[in-house]
């Protein structure tokens, strides 16, 4: 339990733009990773920078596809639920 907590406090800690914006300077140069400039920043920050590259995917894929689930499923949602309502009218 307590990792786990760890893990969330990461995902959840508010790092300072600027920070973050360093990392991703550093990271953008069409080269993997170096595991030594990642060594040199608090693990929030690398989430950070992750979490920014996330939303900047063209069109939001991994995004788009959440939200599409989600929509799915609320209809399924309301026509089960209004086929309970009228069956019980």
Not at 40 to 48: D, M
Not at 60 to 86: D, F, G, P, T, W
């Amino acid at each position: 339990m307590e990792d786990n907590d760890k893990r969330k406090a990461i995902w959840l800690t508010n790092v300072s733009l600027p920070k973050t914006h360093e990392l991703r300077a550093k990271l953008n140069n069409g080269q993997p990773p170096d595991p030594e400039i990642l060594k040199s920043y608090e693990p929030a920050v690398i989430a950070s920078v992750l979490k920014l590259y996330l939303l900047e995917l063209p069109g939001s894929s991994l995004l788009s596809k959440c939200v599409s689930n989600v929509r799915s499923y609320n209809v399924i949602y309301r026509v089960r639920h209004r086929q309970e309502y009228l069956r019980l009218k």
